[in-house]
């Protein structure tokens, strides 16, 4: 776009100078060729929230793979260390270099008019990806891709309930901790309201509700403290894998038993995402009981969305990804969500 044309300015006054020094060979040929394409690229700066779980990372590494030199974009990354002031600083630095589109994951979801208008200003397409931003006006970004997260939550207690149904659990018997996300940030508000609303239609108990930021060592944390204020805790409903992880290590080293069979002393933990090794294996193993997927490799879907853009298409303003359900447990086959049927999934 504008850069690129200047930039392509720039190369042929510079090819010009050099044209005079008499090395014409086919390889330096070659090179200017390759230089001139170089120039053609489309400068995306992508402002990721941070590298605070599994999910994250294999989601950077989908953008990076996606955007690369190769396929004709120049990416700039910034990791904003979960801190939406960061994230801020970013999309004003990639104002400022004349960036062709910003894509943003932001952390939170309010606190962001000021700086995209800022970029609607500069004519900059911001493309968010992940969560969303509250804004009163949508205009200020394209569109927006990433997963249902209130649907992942509805097909998680779903599951719940089938299997207390199943296994002769009453309601009451019940009691709920919810290991929150990052506080204000789409996905731990659609996943907090999925399991609110489910408690309150189906009378369970929620004990507490405490934020554990995503990461394994909060989840530690956070489940090590409730364990001590209560003692009557029989399931653990984690926001993503990670904390998750650090719950089951905080359950196990106070001499705790996770799985399914809560009317035995059992701590059932569930939770989302279904992304990293470690937890699919405990959900194979029964540690991890039921596991709602949230898909992260975007980076194809960001680049469609681009190259839509590009050639003067409008794209859907919100794109979601479908997502599965994993479980070893067999009581359960399916859940019905709003009418549709999600078959439960072996993890492999
Ligand atoms: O579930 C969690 C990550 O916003 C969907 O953020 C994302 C969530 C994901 O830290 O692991």
Not at 105 to 127: F, H, M, Q, R, Y
């Amino acid at each position: 776009m504008k850069k690129a044309i200047y930039v392509t300015t720039m190369l042929l006054l510079t090819l010009a100078l050099f044209a005079g020094c008499g090395s014409s060979s086919a390889n330096e040929e070659n090179k200017n060729e390759t230089e001139a394409s170089q120039v053609n690229r489309i400068t995306v700066g992508f402002s990721q929230l941070g590298a605070e779980s599994d999910w994250r990372n294999t989601n950077t590494e989908s953008m990076q793979n996606a955007f690369t030199k190769e396929a004709g974009y120049n990416l700039i990354y910034k990791n904003g260390q979960q801190k939406q002031a960061n994230q801020i600083t970013a999309v004003r630095t990639f104002i400022q270099q004349d960036v062709d589109y910003i894509v943003l994951a932001p952390a939170t979801e309010t606190g962001w008019d000021t700086v995209l208008s800022e970029a609607k200003e500069a004519n900059i397409p911001v493309i968010l990806v992940d969560r969303r931003v509250d804004t009163a006006d949508k205009s200020l970004y394209s569109c927006w891709v990433g997963s249902d997260f209130e649907l992942e939550a509805k097909k998680l207690t779903a599951w719940i309930k089938n299997y207390t149904i199943k296994r002769g659990i009453a309601p009451g018997e019940l009691h709920i901790v919810n290991i929150q996300g990052t506080m204000g940030s789409t996905a731990q508000i659609g996943r907090t309201r999925g399991l609110a609303n489910a408690a309150r239609e189906n009378h369970w108990e929620i004990i507490s509700e405490t934020s554990g930021d995503f990461t394994e060592a909060k989840g530690r944390e956070v489940m090590a403290a409730l364990l001590k204020r209560f003692d009557n805790i029989n399931v653990v409903y984690c926001e993503n894998d990670n904390m998750a992880i650090g719950a089951i290590d905080a359950i196990e080293s106070a001499g705790g038993h996770v799985g399914g069979d809560i009317m035995n002393g059992d701590i059932m933990v569930v939770s989302f995402d279904g992304v990293n090794k470690e937890s699919l294996e405990y959900c194979k193993e029964g540690k991890i009981s039921c596991i709602a997927e949230c898909n992260p490799l975007h980076g194809p879907r960001v680049k469609a969305l681009i190259e839509a853009l590009e050639s003067g298409n409008t794209p859907e303003k919100f794109n979601y990804v479908d997502e599965k359900i994993y479980s070893s447990i067999e009581d359960v086959i399916s859940v019905v969500v709003d009418g549709e049927k999600y078959e439960v999934e072996k993890p492999e």
